[in-house]
């Protein structure tokens, strides 16, 4: 099976800088994706790492080891907009998704 | 259409009901999940469905879930004799065969309330 597993909320202060972590167990998968979820909608992709290192996408940075089954997401420049939920799911083998239980963020003024 | 389109947006049905719920996925995307979305809770798997490989339906909770793909494209999730506990968002996703670097693509989800 897959666990995964990420802090339940964090809270930060808007400008700051926010890393959310995902640790997980596994037998083998293809890759790591992030997604963020705002309240009563859909999931929307962030990132996806399939190597060990650090992918950056403007304000938004995902980082993955394969050898300590762990990865972040790095949310710099903190804006109001950024509180949501942030899902860490694994691609498996298979060919689906399996989704961690997310990390629900509020960004403060 | 452009994105994955989902219906009912909101459905409320009684107790022991049947319920569809369609999914018309992004045109030329091969595959299609469900998932489930409980209160405050993460993305649970349901089925997958590839191009014209049985589907994998490893995530279907009960026998009284079932989902068909028809002709590749739209699919119906089908709950029977619904319970209290099948209260949910349920989100469909689609993606091109082979190319995942940019993700599934999610609806807008169908929030089922059972009363």
């Known amino acids: 099976g897959q666990n995964i597993d990420q802090p339940t909320e964090m809270t930060a202060t808007e400008g700051a800088i926010v890393q959310i972590n995902c640790t997980y167990q596994t037998s083998g998968f293809n890759g790591l994706f992030w997604y963020q979820q705002h309240a009563g909608e859909a999931p929307t992709f962030l990132s996806y790492n399939v190597l060990d290192g650090l992918e950056e996408k403007g304000r938004f940075s995902s980082f993955l080891s394969r050898s300590k089954g762990y990865s972040y997401l790095l949310l710099k420049e903190l804006q109001m907009k950024d509180s949501a939920s942030y899902l860490c799911a694994l691609y498996n083998q298979g060919g689906k998704l399996i989704f961690g239980q997310g990390t629900e963020l509020s960004v403060k003024p | 259409g452009a994105g994955v389109s989902q219906s009912p947006s909101n459905k409320v049905t009684e107790k022991g009901k049947d319920v569809e719920l369609r999914c018309d996925p992004i045109?030329?995307?091969?595959?299609l999940y469900w998932y489930r979305q409980s209160l405050g809770q993460g993305l649970e798997f349901l089925i997958y469905?590839?191009?014209?490989?049985?589907?994998?339906k490893s995530g279907l909770p009960s026998d009284r879930f079932s989902a068909e793909r028809t002709g590749g494209s739209v699919s119906t999730l089908t709950i029977q004799r619904t319970q209290q506990e099948d209260s949910a968002v349920y989100l469909c996703a689609s993606s091109p065969s082979g190319t995942v670097n940019y993700g599934y693509t999610f609806g807008s989800g169908t929030r089922l309330t059972v009363v």
């Open positions: 045109s030329g995307h091969t595959a």
């Open positions: 469905f590839q191009g014209n490989s049985a589907p994998d």
